[in-house]
């Protein structure tokens, strides 16, 4: 199975702020991930697909970057609503798994 | 599109959880989807359980597999998850969810269900 280790398993940033989560598989994947955005209670919402490939009625400052093994999601200019946890996932070979999660709280 | 879990919020040790996820807006006979179930331990990040491809082939979790079935429902519109003896472990909220392959870039799930907690106790 491919592992997908996350980081930092969470953050406080304050609103404005940019940040950075970071996933590493542990072999090459190509372009094959997900990131997601889940608050409490709530079932995951797919921001970036394709590595970098923004889903539609993501807002603008949610990008993701990366190819093989190391990838980044890069929220610029922290929002109120976006304090929640982000997942990425691969989708190269199930199963699909998932990292640990980040979770993204205001400092 | 719309996805809806339904099922038993309470399920016996050894006993089989069945859960139900019913589709909205988009039949599930109208193909091009992996219909695919995952879960969440309390408090733990996302776990991928598995998916079926209508008119094809299932994919399981590795660690789930021996007792395992995800199948569409002689209704269009459900499919449905099957985990059979069932343990403290299995103690999750579920959910179904629509996943589309994109050349490339992989399987990602935009549509998903709001979630059902299912608790394993006497």
């Known amino acids: 199975d491919i592992q997908m280790t996350q980081s930092p398993s969470s953050l406080s940033a304050s609103v404005g702020d940019r940040v950075n989560i970071t996933c590493r598989a542990s072999?090459?994947?190509?372009?094959?991930v997900n990131w997601y955005q889940q608050k409490p209670g709530k079932a995951p919402e797919l921001l970036i697909y394709?590595?970098?490939s923004v889903e539609s009625g993501v807002p603008s400052r949610f990008t993701g970057s990366g190819s093989g093994t190391d990838f980044t999601l890069i929220i610029t200019a922290l929002q109120p609503e976006d304090f929640a946890t982000y997942s990425c996932?691969?989708?190269?070979?199930?199963?699909?798994?998932f990292g640990q999660g980040t979770k993204v709280d205001i400092k | 599109v719309q996805l809806q879990e339904s099922g038993p919020g309470l399920v016996k040790p050894s006993e089989t959880l069945s859960l139900t996820c019913t589709v909205s807006?988009?039949?599930?006979?109208?193909?091009?989807?992996?219909w695919t179930w995952f879960r969440q331990h309390p408090g733990k990040g996302l776990e991928w359980i598995g998916n079926?491809?209508?008119?094809?082939?299932?994919s399981y979790s590795s660690s789930l597999k021996s007792r395992l079935r995800i199948s569409v429902g002689s209704s269009e519109n459900q499919f449905s998850l099957n985990l059979r003896s069932v343990t403290a472990a299995d103690t999750a909220v579920y959910y179904c969810?629509?996943?589309?392959?994109?050349?490339?870039?992989?399987?990602?799930?935009?549509?998903w269900g709001q979630g059902i907690l299912v608790t394993v106790s006497s």
């Open positions: 072999q090459n994947i190509g372009l094959y």
């Open positions: 079926v491809f209508y008119g094809g082939s299932s």
């Open positions: 394709g590595a970098s």
């Open positions: 807006g988009d039949p599930i006979s109208s193909g091009g989807y992996y």
């Open positions: 996932q691969q989708s190269y070979q199930t199963p699909y798994n």
């Open positions: 969810a629509r996943g589309q392959y994109r050349a490339a870039l992989g399987q990602a799930h935009r549509y």
